[in-house]
Each structure stands twice: as structure tokens, then as C-alpha cells.
């Protein structure tokens, strides 16, 4: 399972990466000419989280309304028809069922995080909005609609807000040293390393 999962991954970084460095290049410097002019405090941790979000959303953009353009597939209404048609574990059950729960892992875990969501009913409206969005613009555009999508969206938008939870939990138990700022921002670029050397 994780060869097709790599893959894939691999397939989104190779058709992203144009835009994400251009769009980092132009956040970055207007974030740090907003700092300067402005003579604001800089917290490390929490510019590369906004960062991060915003960089997400303009690869889940790119992604669902640009690859794969060509679908030679029909609108599906019907729920888990779609699901159930892949083997477990194959390379299109990776892409299509477990790709589309990590692509809203991410919403569900930046929106918990900023709206700093104590239950999941407001991410699961919030998922739901977007997800119900994509697929109806994609309808429009010329791909396909599919309500399992959608179910699969939601679930990685859920799985985004216990990730946020159960690290807020976490949180509140650790001693003030490692919530301190400069520990985050010790933390922050050591997950950045890592992520520039994975990808």
C-alpha cells in the first residue's frame, strides 16, 4: 500500500511544485515587507503554519481542477459505489479512496486548529462546504461528479479535527518549557527540514 501511496504523493509534489514556489516566494516576501513596515513581532512557528495553509489550499485547488482533466468516468450519486469498486489496497483504491481522505486531512486540522474547534460539527459543515464545492465545479468544468468523494472528504476532514484534538490535549499536559515559543519554533524547523528533504 505505501509504494501506490508514495507514488502518488510523488505524482502531486512533480505537479505542484511550480506553483508552490512561486506562491511561497510571494507570500514569504510580502509577509516579511508587512513585518518590516509595520514593525510587528515575528513567531516562526505560526508564519510557516499560515503558510502551510495557504500553500495547501492552492495545491488542493490545483489539483482538483487540473489533473486528470480527461475523465472518461460518469457522475456518481449513488454512495460507496465508487469505494466498493477497488480492490483493497490496489494502486486506484490508494488513489481514490485513501488519497482522497488525506487530501481533506490537512482542511480539517488547519480549520480545527485556527477556529480552535472544541467539537467536530463545525468542521464537518466547513468539509462539507468545500468538498460539496469542488465537486460541483468539476461537474462543471467537465469532470465528474461523485458523492463518495464527498464521503471520503468528510471523513479526512474528521480525521484532521481528532489530529488537532488529541495534539490540543496533549498540549495542555506538556510542561510550559515545550509550549514555549521558541521551543515551537525549534520544532517548526525541524518538521520543515524534514518535509524539504522528503519531498
Same mark, same amino acid.
Given at each position: 500500500?505505501?509504494?501506490?501511496l508514495s507514488s502518488?504523493i510523488?505524482?502531486v509534489?512533480?505537479f505542484?511544485?511550480p506553483m508552490?514556489?512561486?506562491?511561497? &516566494?510571494?507570500?514569504v516576501? +510580502?509577509r516579511?515587507?508587512?513585518?518590516? *513596515? #509595520?514593525h510587528?513581532k515575528?513567531v !516562526?512557528y ?13 495545491c488542493?485547488f ?6 486528470d482533466?480527461?475523465s472518461?468516468?460518469?457522475n456518481?450519486f449513488?454512495?460507496?459505489?465508487? &469505494?466498493?469498486?477497488y480492490? +483493497?489496497?490496489?494502486r486506484?483504491?490508494? *488513489? #481514490?479512496?485513501v488519497g482522497?481522505? !488525506?487530501l481533506?486531512l490537512?482542511?480539517?486540522?488547519f480549520i480545527?486548529y485556527?477556529l ?5 460539527w463545525?468542521?464537518?459543515v466547513?468539509t462539507?462546504i468545500a468538498?460539496c ?7 462543471i &468544468?467537465g469532470?465528474?461528479?461523485d458523492i463518495?468523494?464527498?464521503?471520503l472528504?468528510?471523513l479526512g476532514g474528521?480525521?484532521?479535527?481528532l489530529c488537532y ?8 499536559k506538556l ?7 521558541m521551543f515551537l519554533n525549534?520544532?517548526?524547523i525541524v518538521l520543515?527540514?524534514?518535509l524539504?528533504?522528503?519531498i
Amino acid at each position: 500500500m505505501f509504494g501506490p501511496l508514495s507514488s502518488t504523493i510523488q505524482g502531486v509534489v512533480n505537479f505542484t511544485w511550480p506553483m508552490v514556489l512561486i506562491s511561497t &516566494i510571494i507570500i514569504v516576501s +510580502f509577509r516579511v515587507a508587512y513585518l518590516w *513596515k #509595520n514593525h510587528s513581532k515575528f513567531v !516562526l512557528y505560526q508564519d510557516l503554519l499560515m503558510l502551510c495553509f495557504i500553500i495547501y489550499v492552492l495545491c488542493l485547488f490545483q489539483v482538483v481542477t487540473f489533473q486528470d482533466t480527461v475523465s472518461w468516468s460518469s457522475n456518481n450519486f449513488i454512495p460507496f459505489k465508487e &469505494i466498493f469498486r477497488y480492490d +483493497f489496497g490496489s494502486r486506484l483504491f490508494v *488513489k #481514490n479512496v485513501v488519497g482522497n481522505m !488525506l487530501l481533506f486531512l490537512p482542511f480539517g486540522f488547519f480549520i480545527s486548529y485556527y477556529l480552535k474547534c472544541e467539537k467536530v460539527w463545525l468542521p464537518i459543515v466547513l468539509t462539507l462546504i468545500a468538498s460539496c464545492s469542488i465537486e460541483t465545479v468539476q461537474m462543471i &468544468i467537465g469532470r465528474v461528479f461523485d458523492i463518495d468523494d464527498i464521503l471520503l472528504n468528510l471523513l479526512g476532514g474528521i480525521l484532521g479535527f481528532l489530529c488537532y484534538y488529541g495534539l490540543s490535549k496533549i498540549g495542555e499536559k506538556l510542561p510550559s518549557v515545550l509550549k514555549s515559543e521558541m521551543f515551537l519554533n525549534i520544532i517548526a524547523i525541524v518538521l520543515l527540514i524534514g518535509l524539504i528533504t522528503l519531498i
